[in-house]
């Protein structure tokens, strides 16, 4: 297979201004050929909600109009498309990351690991993490979203299920990040693309600085590509999903092949 564009889009969405996020989306993609395309969590929506019931007014079904509209831009880019999103399921509430293909049916991933004032606005998500297998590209794609990041075994159980490329839709507000996601890629060999947001949000007295800096990790953990710190920005890179397949480091050992699951239980070692 020939390699695929990989596009990671960095820009500052409008807090409750949906309809201008959209159009600007599509204006910032109109000339975009990519074969994975990255958005940022709760690009729609902007981040700092307050209340669970100001996330439900602004919240969606998984096949509501911002999913339509994410289907839409896939097929017409003929395209993977994921984006963040607020998710409304019933009486529940989640941030989410559509995962849009031009041939299947949209997947959706849950927000597991919630952030600072997200616990009050969100549920945990309530679905274990998955890898989308597309065969058209001969890709293996797994998602994570922001804060999710912090958890090792959140990268490890998307490359366990066979991921060569983990997307990560952000809204990072420290620096930290750089150093973790860099190493979530080279102790699993896969490729990371993180799209974090840019700009600011006030609500009430509190401001939330979002870091920009969006990046496209290699498999071997060097930054491919990175956005500045506040600009809308698009990063482009070609990438190889099948070179993250062998996971040996050397003749004799190899990252997967080496686990040694036994002792890594929480009741293995014994305190002094």
């Known amino acids: 297979m020939k390699p695929l564009k990989l596009a990671v889009v960095q820009f500052s969405p409008g807090f409750n201004r949906k309809r201008n996020n959209l159009d600007r989306i599509e204006r910032l993609t109109a000339g975009l050929d990519a074969d994975i395309i990255v958005l940022?969590?709760?690009?729609?929506?902007?981040?700092?909600?307050?209340?669970?019931?100001?996330?439900?007014?602004a919240a969606e079904p998984a096949d509501g109009p911002t999913a339509r509209f994410f289907q839409e831009m896939a097929q017409r880019h003929n395209a993977i498309v994921v984006a963040g999103f607020a998710e409304c399921d019933g009486d529940k509430l989640f941030n989410a990351a559509l995962i849009a293909r031009p041939e299947a049916l949209p997947r959706?991933?849950?927000?597991?690991?919630?952030?600072?004032?997200?616990?009050?606005?969100f549920d945990p998500g309530d679905r274990e993490f998955f890898v989308v297998e597309d065969e058209t590209r001969d890709l293996r794609l797994g998602a994570m979203i922001c804060y999710d990041f912090r958890f090792p075994e959140a990268a490890r159980i998307l490359t366990l299920l066979g991921a060569d490329v983990i997307v990560c839709p952000s809204n990072l507000v420290t620096d930290a990040w750089h150093m973790v996601m860099a190493a979530r890629a080279v102790e699993n060999k896969v490729y990371v693309a993180v799209a974090n947001r840019a700009g600011r949000e006030k609500r009430n007295s509190e401001e939330l600085v979002f870091t920009g800096r969006s990046t496209i990790f290699g498999y071997n953990g060097r930054e491919l590509k990175t956005a500045g710190p506040e600009d809308d920005e698009i990063l482009e890179v070609a990438i190889s999903p099948s070179k993250t397949r062998?996971?040996?480091?050397?003749?004799?050992?190899?990252?997967?092949?080496?686990?040694?699951p036994g002792y890594y239980g929480p009741l293995v070692g014994k305190s002094e």
């Open 246 to 260: 062998d996971k040996a480091i050397n003749p004799l050992n190899d990252l997967i092949k080496d686990r040694q």
């Open 108 to 121: 959706v991933y849950r927000k597991i690991h919630l952030f600072y004032k997200e616990k009050f606005c």
């Open 40 to 57: 940022p969590e709760l690009c729609t929506t902007g981040y700092f909600f307050l209340s669970r019931e100001e996330t439900a007014k």
